[in-house]
């Protein structure tokens, strides 16, 4: 009988172990986003782990500001982060003699924040806020 209490105890300490003490390791990361100078009014940012990592979040931005809580937050290490905000009149694309323009939303922000993005993160245990001030 004590054998099998000692398996259960240590089953229950690792089962602990691996889930942090309770928690899921997950972190709520929040911050600001600056337009030249203004905070963004709407948009969309993500994260995505860099390398190869599986844990990528998204927040949406409002009035500058964007929280991605805990319970969907981002695990520990370092993030490539991409920033949108559609708006303005949309650009035609893919122009096709004789035949209607394909148009598409203007995304607001440069590519480098976006399609081509230069931003990173590092997320740490613990409380993150990240700010960015884009030109």
């Known amino acids: 009988m004590s054998r099998v209490v000692s398996m259960r105890s240590a089953f229950v300490i690792a089962l602990l172990a691996l889930m942090g003490c309770g928690g899921s390791g997950r972190y709520e990361v ?3 986003v600056t337009l030249k100078g203004k ?3 709407s948009g969309q940012i993500r994260f995505d782990p860099i390398p190869g990592g599986t844990a ?4 949406t931005i409002t009035n500058g500001k964007y929280v991605v809580p805990a319970a969907m937050g981002l695990l520990p290490g370092k993030y490539k982060v991409f920033i949108t905000s559609i708006g303005g009149a949309p650009e035609a694309k893919n122009v096709v003699p004789g035949s209607e323009p394909v148009t598409e939303p203007k995304d607001l ?3 480098r924040y976006n399609q081509k993005s230069t931003l990173t993160c590092d997320v740490i245990a613990g409380k ?3 700010d960015f001030p884009l030109d």
């Open 56 to 59: 990528s979040a998204a927040a």
């Open 109 to 111: 922000i440069p590519e």
């Open 39 to 41: 905070p963004l009014e």
């Open 30 to 32: 929040s911050g600001t």
């Open 128 to 130: 993150n806020t990240h």
